[in-house]
C-alpha cells in the first residue's frame, strides 16, 4: 500500500510540472508573436566633450567633479597674457595699415592734381603750336612775296633779309614749341603712370588694412577661448583638471552630459529585425530601477551592424568562415509621459531591457 501512494504523488508532481511548463511555454510562445526583446541595450544621452581651443597654462577651475552647470557657465580659465599681448599687436599693425593707406591716398590725389595741371600744359601747348603755325604761314607767304619783289629789284636787300628771318624766327618758335608739347606729353605719361602706381598702391593698403582687421579679430577671438564655458546645460564628468597644466587645442579634458534628451540604443539580433518598424511602442525597464517601467518609442534603425563600426571589421572573404548572428543597433527615444524626474536619473551606459510591441 506504501508503494502505491509514492507512486501517486511522483504522478502528481509530474502532471503539475508539465502544466506549469506547458502553460509557460505557452505564454512565451504567444508573447513572442507580439513581442520583441532583448537585454542588450543601454542608456544614451549627449556627452559634450570640453574641448579648449588655444593652448596655453589653466590658471583657475570653476567646477568639481559632478557638479550641474548651465549654458554659458565658466568651466576654467587659461593664462591670457600671451593674448592680450598679440591683440595689441594686432592692434598697432591695424593702425600701420590704416596710416599707410592714407599716405597713399594722399599720393593719389596728388598725382591727381600733377595730372590735370600737365594735362593743361599741354592743351596751352596745342594752342601756342596752332598760333605759331599760323604765324609762320604769314612770315612764309611774306618771304615768297618780298623773294620776288626782292628778284625784281622792287625792295632793297634788307627788306627781303627782315622776311626771311621773320621766316626762320616763325619756324624756330614753331620747333620749339613742338618740342615743348613731346616733353609735356611724355611728363603727362610718367604721370599718368606714377598715379597708377599710386591707385596700385592704395589697392594694396586697403587690402594690408582688411588682412590687419582680419589679425585682430582672430587674436580677439583667441583671447575669448582663453575663458572655457559650458556649451550646454548638464552635469559634468570627473574633472582632472589642475591651475599650472599645460593644455592644448583639440585635447578632450571632460565632458558635460546634456539631461534634456535621453535615449536607448538596443541591439537586436537580425533574426528579430522582420517584423520592427519604426513608431513601434516599446516598454523600457532599467537594471537599476527595476520597479519602474519607461515607455519608448522605436524610431530608428542603423545603417550597418555594430560590427562594421569596430576598429577592425570581420573580412569573412578570408580565413574560415564561421556564421554568426549579427546585432543590429536600434534607437529608441523615451517619450514625454514618463516622469522627468525619474529620466534625470538615468545615465548613459546602464543596462536596460526592452520590449517592442510588434503587433
Do not use: C
Not at 590687419?212 to 559650458?230: E, I
Not at 517619450?335 to 529620466?343: A, F, G, I, L, Y
Amino acid at each position: 500500500m506504501e508503494k502505491k501512494k509514492t507512486n501517486k504523488k511522483f504522478l502528481f508532481i509530474l502532471i503539475a510540472l508539465v502544466a506549469v511548463g506547458g502553460t509557460y511555454g505557452t505564454y512565451k510562445y504567444l508573447h513572442s508573436l507580439a513581442h520583441e526583446t532583448t537585454d542588450d541595450a543601454q542608456i544614451e544621452k549627449n556627452m559634450s566633450p570640453i574641448i579648449p581651443r588655444v593652448t596655453g597654462y589653466i590658471t583657475k577651475v570653476y567646477v568639481k567633479d559632478n557638479d550641474f552647470v548651465k549654458k554659458g557657465d565658466t568651466l576654467f580659465v587659461i593664462d591670457d597674457k600671451d593674448y592680450v599681448v598679440r591683440v595689441e599687436e594686432a592692434k598697432a599693425a591695424l593702425a600701420a595699415a590704416e596710416g599707410s593707406f592714407a599716405v597713399a591716398k594722399a599720393d593719389v590725389g596728388s598725382a591727381v592734381a600733377n595730372v590735370s595741371v600737365s594735362e593743361a600744359n599741354v592743351q596751352s601747348t596745342k594752342g601756342n603750336i596752332e598760333a605759331a603755325k599760323v604765324r609762320l604761314w604769314r612770315a612764309t607767304n611774306d618771304f615768297e612775296r618780298y623773294e620776288n619783289l626782292y628778284k625784281n629789284h622792287s625792295i632793297t636787300k634788307q627788306q627781303f633779309e627782315q622776311a626771311q628771318a621773320a621766316k626762320q624766327e616763325a619756324e624756330a618758335q614753331l620747333n620749339v614749341l613742338q618740342q615743348q608739347q613731346a616733353a609735356s606729353n611724355y611728363q603727362k605719361n610718367a604721370i599718368i603712370s606714377k598715379s597708377n602706381v599710386s591707385n596700385k598702391q592704395t589697392e594694396v593698403a586697403a587690402a594690408n588694412i582688411e588682412k590687419a582687421k582680419a589679425a585682430l579679430d582672430a587674436a580677439k577671438l583667441n583671447l575669448d577661448y582663453t575663458v572655457v564655458t559650458a556649451s550646454v546645460d548638464g552635469q559634468v564628468s570627473t574633472i582632472d583638471l589642475q591651475p599650472g597644466q599645460l593644455v592644448a587645442p583639440g585635447q578632450a579634458l571632460f565632458y558635460v552630459i546634456n539631461n534634456n534628451e535621453t535615449w536607448v540604443v538596443a541591439n537586436f539580433k537580425e533574426t528579430q529585425l522582420n517584423k520592427m518598424t519604426e513608431g513601434q511602442k516599446v516598454v523600457v525597464k532599467v537594471d537599476a530601477y527595476p520597479d519602474t517601467e519607461f515607455e519608448g518609442v522605436l524610431t530608428s534603425f542603423s545603417p550597418a551592424t555594430g560590427s562594421r563600426f569596430s576598429l577592425l571589421p570581420p573580412d569573412n572573404a578570408t580565413g574560415n568562415f564561421v556564421k554568426t548572428v549579427q546585432r543590429l543597433p536600434v534607437k529608441i527615444s523615451l517619450t514625454e509621459n514618463n516622469d522627468k524626474e525619474k529620466v534625470k536619473l538615468l545615465r548613459p551606459g546602464m543596462n536596460v531591457e526592452v520590449d517592442v510591441h510588434i503587433k
